[in-house]
């Protein structure tokens, strides 16, 4: 009898210490989850607040070099513009590159060309040239984007280097930026890339084909030829309709 009455009592101990323990583990996780959660929303709202202030900061300093711009528009002399440009602290490259480029998105002749001018003076366009190498898609993607807004000739050897051996987001910015440059000599890429890009992709390469003017437009038969499967008549129809369009504006 009293070997029974231990027994039931070592049992009734150990289940009231693995209770103990249960709850203790779970008041443990509870409390360190809780931790967590606050160190990671302290973390994001310090995130956010460096970011805000940092935009805050940038777009101050951005007021200093737009006057800058404004010269190009007024077509004053390149030396005036390049030292109205020139960086004012060390860093502030990336700063002035954004209004620049920000701003030849919209110009036309003389102007856009004096900025342009202006990029090489500033050697702008000399650090981009050196991006292309960069082991960051990031990088490379943001230095392919500003040559084609610049363009940039001396860029696209460099771009063709790399587009190969480049995902398809990136083609797809390598390609942008080609044909913002507008040489019809990379046509011919154009149509060999096109077998490494999905039937859905064609029109997008296509549409990006017509800003090379004349000489795109007649290689376009040729993609067509090669992807016959990629233009059905209903997409060759959206496809004339934009054509059409862009005849319009010559």
Same mark, same amino acid.
């Given at each position: 009898?009293?070997?029974?009455?231990?027994?039931?009592?070592?049992?009734?101990?150990?289940? !009231?210490?693995?209770?103990?323990?249960? *709850?203790?583990?779970? %008041?443990?996780?509870? %409390?360190?989850?809780?931790?967590? !959660?606050?160190?990671?929303?302290?973390?994001?709202?310090? *995130?956010?607040?460096?970011?805000?202030?940092?935009?805050?900061?940038?777009?101050g300093r951005k007021t200093l070099y737009r006057p800058g711009v404004e010269m190009a528009v007024l077509e004053a002399p390149l030396a005036e513009i390049v030292l109205a440009l020139r960086p004012k602290r060390w860093g502030e490259a990336e700063i002035v590159q954004e209004v620049v480029l920000d701003a030849m998105r919209h110009l036309l002749g003389p102007p856009f060309h004096l900025l342009r001018e202006a990029t090489?003076? *500033?050697?702008?366009?000399?650090?981009?040239?050196?991006?292309?190498?960069?082991?960051?898609?990031?990088?490379?993607?943001?230095?392919?984007?500003?040559?084609?807004?610049?363009?940039?000739?001396?860029?696209?050897?460099?771009?063709?280097?790399?587009?190969?051996?480049? &995902?398809?987001?990136?083609?797809?910015?390598?390609?942008?930026?080609? !044909?913002?440059?507008?040489?019809? !000599? %990379?046509?011919?890429?154009?149509?060999?890339?096109?077998?490494?890009?999905?039937?859905?992709?064609?029109?997008?390469?296509?549409?990006?084909?017509?800003?090379?003017?004349? &000489?795109?437009?007649?290689?376009?038969?040729?993609?067509?030829?090669?992807?016959?499967?990629?233009? &059905? &008549?209903?997409?060759?129809?959206?496809?004339?309709?934009?054509?059409?369009?862009?005849?319009?504006?010559?």
């Amino acid at each position: 009898m009293s070997s029974l009455w231990s027994e039931r009592t070592f049992h009734k101990i150990t289940a !009231a210490l693995q209770g103990h323990v249960s *709850l203790q583990f779970v %008041v443990m996780t509870s %409390v360190t989850l809780f931790w967590l !959660a606050a160190l990671l929303s302290a973390t994001l709202l310090l *995130l956010r607040t460096y970011h805000r202030l940092r935009e805050k900061y940038r777009e101050g300093r951005k007021t200093l070099y737009r006057p800058g711009v404004e010269m190009a528009v007024l077509e004053a002399p390149l030396a005036e513009i390049v030292l109205a440009l020139r960086p004012k602290r060390w860093g502030e490259a990336e700063i002035v590159q954004e209004v620049v480029l920000d701003a030849m998105r919209h110009l036309l002749g003389p102007p856009f060309h004096l900025l342009r001018e202006a990029t090489f003076e *500033l050697r702008l366009m000399e650090r981009n040239l050196k991006a292309l190498r960069s082991r960051s898609r990031f990088h490379r993607g943001r230095a392919m984007n500003a040559l084609g807004l610049m363009r940039s000739s001396q860029a696209i050897v460099g771009i063709l280097d790399i587009l190969e051996n480049e &995902p398809l987001d990136m083609k797809l910015v390598a390609l942008r930026a080609l !044909a913002s440059i507008g040489d019809p !000599a %990379v046509l011919p890429y154009f149509i060999r890339i096109s077998d490494q890009l999905s039937p859905a992709m064609m029109v997008r390469l296509a549409s990006l084909m017509l800003e090379f003017g004349p &000489p795109g437009r007649r290689k376009i038969t040729d993609l067509i030829g090669r992807h016959p499967e990629a233009f &059905p &008549p209903r997409v060759m129809q959206d496809f004339l309709k934009e054509l059409a369009a862009d005849l319009e504006k010559l």
